[in-house]
Nanobody, 127 residues
Framework: QVQLVESGGGLVQDGGSLRLSCAASGRTLSMYRVGWFRQAPGKEREFVAT????????EYADSVKGRFIIFRDNAQNTVTLQMNSLKPEDTGVYYC????????????????????WGQGTQVTVSS
């Protein structure tokens, strides 16, 4: 099975940028579609972005569309979430998740679909 480790979180001011990385080990990440989710204090985990196995198809939550970009490097076994124009409401723990699938170009927003999760990385945006 695949193991996922997130990195790149931290404290940033309103309007700033951060780049989160999800590194996989144990299995090749090219066999998995990958999603990013986040959870703010006192709130449920929510979908942020997802990318298909081949990297061609992506989806974003409306709240981050136009500010966040998800992309992957299957040769490096990584998926990156570039976050720009950050807002205080983007604060939370960010998790990457992977779903083993035979479909190269399909994405999914549903957290229940993903079988493997990282431990999360904290993102704090100050106003």
């Amino acid at each position: 099975q695949v193991q996922l480790v997130e990195s790149g979180g931290g404290l940033v001011q309103d309007g700033g940028s951060l780049r989160l990385s999800c590194a996989a080990s144990g299995r090749t990440l090219s066999m998995y579609r990958v999603g990013w989710f986040r959870q703010a204090p006192g709130k449920e985990r929510e979908f942020v972005a997802t990318i298909s196995r081949n990297g061609i198809n992506t989806e974003y939550a409306d709240s981050v569309k136009g500010r966040f970009i998800i992309f992957r490097d299957n040769a490096q076994n990584t998926v990156t979430l570039q976050m720009n124009s950050l807002k205080p409401e983007d604060t939370g723990v960010y998790y990457c998740a992977a779903d083993l699938t035979m479909y190269a170009d399909v994405t999914t927003r549903s957290a229940r679909t993903y079988d493997y999760w990282g431990q999360g990385t904290q993102v704090t945006v100050s106003s």
